[in-house]
């Protein structure tokens, strides 16, 4: 049954840099977008685009019939495309979506579809971390390598000193930051401006679910996965 009190909230472009039409690649003869939002069919989903393509198509198929899609303001727009502004608006979309169709009490999962895998199942189950007092969760991912980072022409060690040799099962895992969801209610977001929050839950996600697909070889990994699954 669906719940009223969440709501998702996600964004797609028609245009991408580093894969032409990514959201429009195919993967098992389905566009890219579309695997998360039939995931979703039949909970409260609210689309911000810029695509026209896909207001047109959301017309055509019967699977996106329960899906409220909308264009994107045409001040998000500018940004997107203006060269003196580097930061991403997707603050300020997520602002303006909460202003319109968002009690405060609402909680508000913000899912990308890049991640094609992702599951209802596992999306609620990071939610309960709300209802058990976070205020807010985010998918991650666990890496138990050695690890640096690269600062200018530096190179930083994380979770090892280089001294002594532990093996990677001793490692502390480095944590990195996976676009499958942020979930939070609209006045923890008004509160702190962000999707993160002082009492903040890492959510760890697996293979294939945490295939997020920015560059090709990641959407050739996720076609793989299909063709074989």
């Known amino acids: 049954m669906k719940n009223k009190n969440i709501k998702y909230f996600i964004i797609i472009k028609e245009k991408s840099e580093r894969i032409t ?34 207001l047109k198509e959301k017309d055509k198929d019967k699977k996106l019939s329960g899906i409220n899609f909308y264009l994107r303001d045409e001040k998000f727009v500018k940004m997107e495309n203006s060269k003196s502004f580097n930061l991403s608006p997707a603050y300020l979309m997520i602002k303006n979506f909460l202003d319109k169709y968002c009690d405060m009490n609402d909680i508000i999962v913000c899912s990308h579809v890049t991640s094609p895998f992702i599951k209802k199942q596992t999306i609620n189950k990071a939610i309960n971390y709300i209802k058990k007092g976070y205020e807010s969760v985010s998918a991650c991912t666990y890496n138990y390598e050695f690890g640096l980072v690269k600062k200018n022409n530096s190179f930083l060690k994380i ?9 990677t099962q001793n ?41 997020d697909i920015n560059y090709k070889h990641e959407l050739e990994m996720a076609r793989n996965y299909a063709q074989k699954h």
Do not use: C, M, W
């Not at 490692?171 to 903040?200: C, E, M, V």
């Open 159 to 167: 979770n090892y000193d280089g001294k002594k040799l532990k093996k």
């Open 171 to 211: 490692l502390d895992p480095i944590i990195l930051l996976n676009g499958a969801f942020f979930i939070f209610r609209k006045k923890t977001f008004l509160k702190y401006k962000s999707r993160y929050s002082k009492k903040h839950f890492y959510y760890e996600i697996n293979y294939p679910e945490s295939i």
């Open 21 to 54: 039409n990514k959201n429009f690649q195919q993967i098992n003869k389905i566009p890219l977008y579309k695997h998360l939002l039939y995931e979703l069919k039949n909970e409260t989903v609210f689309v911000d685009t810029d695509s026209n393509k896909i």
